[in-house]
């Protein structure tokens, strides 16, 4: 048995206002006047955010549109603008919802290797360490801030640059942050997190490690989302360390069922990761039963829409793109199903799951 030796985040630093502490975070990691580069969400343009940033010499903030989800050909171009610019730079820091510190990520490890983000999507193909990088949440869920992939969509494929060099260096995880998320937004990201509890916990890789990370992120995600309540700042500071744990779990575990249909949707339709993972488990009961159940009940007492019928005008041959897109995420069904998979998750059965989304 080959036991997984992962790469995790270098530094940590959590609490309310620590994004405070950025100017003396980055301060050590200067390389004489190369600049920092901060990728804001472009959310935050003109925002209050955007002014605290913690500018020295030539620093630069670039405001990324993730209108839609990270492109490797986003990241190329990101890449080679600032190696136009500067040639060189200290780190890049990625400050957003999963899509910016995605791109952060991607940016900072395509500065010091050659040719496309594209030729690194895959496991293990990135070979030079990227520039130095911190992750700065926005919006609590997707584990990005802990994983050691960046997820890219890219000429051929929606695939990671899954590599050890990957993982942030620095993250600040500040759940002040978070404050100004739209609900249905924050709701989505934060059932990625959900998702991802239920799916590696009830999977068959689990062991010892995902689960003890993903029985604390169940049991914060619960007490953020179950109960009837208003948000308070104390649910934002649940829910940011409810993303870490989630991501800490399937870092030694993997998702399941509702990710392998949802990385489809986005595939062919475009549907972003959080709302994707939603429309999917809203149809997963033979899966999750008991998941299933209480998400829906997270669903209604937090008064969301989850859209329906997406797939309702598909032909077959959008169909047919979406499945192969999903059984390529094999070991996803391995997890889910087990070793058996291929015989329990036919195409004829995931056809009509699809038809039911
Ligand atoms: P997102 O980053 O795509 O952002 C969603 C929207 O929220 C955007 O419009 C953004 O501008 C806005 N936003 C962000 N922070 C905000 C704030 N504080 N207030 C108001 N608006 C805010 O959403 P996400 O769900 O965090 O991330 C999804 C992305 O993460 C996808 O690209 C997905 O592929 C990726 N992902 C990566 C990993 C990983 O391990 N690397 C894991 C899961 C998902
Ligand atoms: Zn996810």
Known sequence: MQFRNFKMVDYVVYGRGSFNQLDEILAPQRKGQLPMIFLLDHFFEGKELANRIPLRGIDKIIFVDVTHEPKTKQVDALAQQLKDEFGKVSGIIGIGGGSAMDLAKAVALMMNNPGSSADYQGWDLVKQAGVYKVGIPTLSGTGAEVSRTTVLTGPTRKL??????????????????????????????????????????????????????????????????????????????????????????????????????????????????????????????????????????????????????????????????????????????????????????????????????
């Open 160 to 357: 990671g640059m899954n590599s050890d060099f990957t993982p942030f260096n620095q993250i600040v995880l500040d759940p002040e942050l978070c404050k100004d998320a739209p609900v249905n937004q924050r709701f989505y990201t934060g059932m990625d997190c959900y998702i991802h509890c239920i799916e590696s916990l009830e999977g068959t890789f689990l062991n010892e490690f995902s689960k003890s990370y993903g029985e604390k992120a169940l049991e914060l995600c619960r007490k953020v989302f179950l109960g009837n309540t208003p948000w308070t700042d104390d649910k934002d500071d649940k829910l940011m360390m409810a993303s870490y744990a989630g991501g800490m779990s399937i870092a030694y575990s993997q998702v399941g069922v509702a990710h392998a249909v949802s990385y489809g949707l986005s595939f062919l339709l475009g549907t972003k990761h959080g709302v994707g993972n939603c429309i999917v488990m809203n149809h997963i009961e033979e899966y999750y039963p008991e998941g299933v159940k209480e998400f829906k009940q997270m669903v209604k007492e937090n008064n969301i829409d989850i859209p329906q019928g997406i797939c309702s005008n598909l032909t077959d041959e959008q169909f047919d793109a979406m499945i192969n897109v999903s059984l390529g995420m094999k070991p996803l069904w391995e997890n889910a199903l087990g070793k058996n998979w291929e015989n329990i998750m036919t195409r004829e059965k995931l056809r009509t799951l699809y038809e039911k989304l």
